[in-house]
């Protein structure tokens, strides 16, 4: 009772406490124990027009089989059913935190062998199992395939997006639940990104607001909180927690790179200490020409085929630029596009730069 009594004077009071720079606590911290869980399944999708795997996909085939021998249907075991409706695919779900059974859950479906469509298909029983090897929901229903495929008679198709993977939307029921938060110990804050100032604010805040030593940081990343143990003060706590604003601990600037797709993102912090960069472009041609030699008319020779190679090599003139102290982020676009560089070339320029140190901020590379 007294702790509930710290938590309604002090919420009131930190309630007005937002100021620039702050966010919600549960934006920035994650509880431990309150986790999402990944099922996953192998089923069947019946009903398609003739667009299911093809008769050299033997697993769709002995799934077939298996799936018959349980509603009484006897065939040879020596020929497996081959039919083009039937298509076996993967089941993915997610099992949200704190799922009771009876809830419906979203599930995704994807082709496993080469059908070419699974519009029209519908999903037979299918369960749906943990890391664990138990089964947590079991998923049926009629597929949403967002991508189309058609086929001419003479060969020419056409696609349009990804026609063999869909969803069901709420397809599968819970069956089990999993307990993940503990209700009778300490509650457990992780920060999403670790920061020993952040992690005193939010110390500070719990503190002031709920009283001395409810809170503690056991280092940058991980505080322990004296939650209520009974359930219904826990939930109050908790509901209170979720109201509290916290301001986040500066993070230090980031350029992140993708180099698969040639992606450069850089934060609005960042900025270049007093440096001088030249770009240029070494471009190396390398021609091959095909030809021949004839013979003089009447001369009975023959003709000789020959071969002849060129290189050339350009590089582009490029003048030698100087950035000066704190230089912005405005600042370093417009000059790189001046520069004429690529998104690539804008990479190498960067990583040259943190190589030289003149780059305040961390480059990360995905």
Known sequence: MRILSLLIIGCCWFSSAAYAGSRPLLDIVDIQGVRDNQLVGYGLVVGLPGSGDKAQVKFAAQSLNNMLKQFGVQLDESTLPK????????????????????????????????????????????????????????????????????????????????????????????????????????????????NYKTARNVVTAINSTFGPQVARAENWSKLVISAPRDADSRNTFMAMLQDLVVEEGAQRPRVVFNSRSGTVVISDEVRVKRAAVSHGNLTITISEQEGAIQPLPFSQGRTVPTQSSGVDVSQQTANMMVWPEGTSLDTIVQAVNSMGATPAELMSILLALDKAGALDADVVVI
């Open 83 to 194: 039919s083009k409706n039937v298509a076996a695919v993967a089941v993915q779900a997610t099992l949200p935190p704190m799922a009771s059974p009876g809830q419906a859950i979203d599930v995704t479906i994807m082709s496993l062998g080469d059908a070419k469509s699974l519009h029209g298909g519908s999903l037979m029983l299918t369960p749906l199992r943990g890391v664990d090897g138990k089964v947590y929901a079991l998923a049926q229903g009629n597929l949403v395939v967002g991508g189309i495929n058609a086929e001419g008679k003479n060969g020419s198709s056409v696609t349009v997006n990804v026609p063999t993977a869909g969803i069901i939307p709420g397809g599968a029921i819970i069956e089990r639940s999993v307990e993940s938060l503990e209700q009778n110990g300490d509650l457990v804050l992780n920060l999403k990104k670790p």
